[in-house]
């Protein structure tokens, strides 16, 4: 399941998106729960239940992704698995990776452009980080 935000609803400030996000959640109630509320807050947001939807999402979509935020540990790839294949090709995008584990490997993939979350989280973490990446 592909899902786009429909509306791309926009910032209520300036009526400009903010920025486009993918967000890579194979968790349905996790992944409806944060598409909505990055939507409230101007995000445009995309949304894939796994790492190979993601992927078509990438090379199908006309529209530049921002930032990525991607569970580490999905059903079809490892987190770090889909971080390098995206990086391949994309090398300086943005990632927040989350997981409620933090392995050495996940560690080292942290850069300026790669941030990691540590699950749970509060709603206000992920959203000073998302901030503070796409602004």
Do not use: H, W
């Not at 009526?15 to 967000?23: R, S, V």
């Not at 999402?57 to 079809?76: A, K, R």
């Amino acid at each position: 399941m592909i899902l786009k935000a429909g509306s791309m609803q926009t910032n209520s400030v300036n009526n400009l998106k903010k920025a486009n996000i993918l967000l890579i959640e194979d968790d349905e109630i996790m992944l409806e729960c944060i598409q909505e509320f990055l939507k409230i807050k101007g995000y445009g947001v995309y949304a894939a239940d796994s790492g190979e939807k993601a992927l078509a999402l990438i090379g199908n979509t006309q529209e530049t992704i921002d930032l990525i935020i991607s569970d580490v540990n999905l059903p079809d790839i490892s987190g770090d698995d889909l971080f390098r294949k995206i990086r391949k090709d994309y090398p300086n995008q943005k990632f927040i990776l989350v997981s409620g584990y933090i392995s050495d490997d996940i560690s080292k993939l942290t850069d300026n452009n790669c941030k990691l979350l540590d699950k749970p989280y509060r709603i206000e973490k992920l959203e000073a980080l998302v901030e503070s990446m796409t602004g």
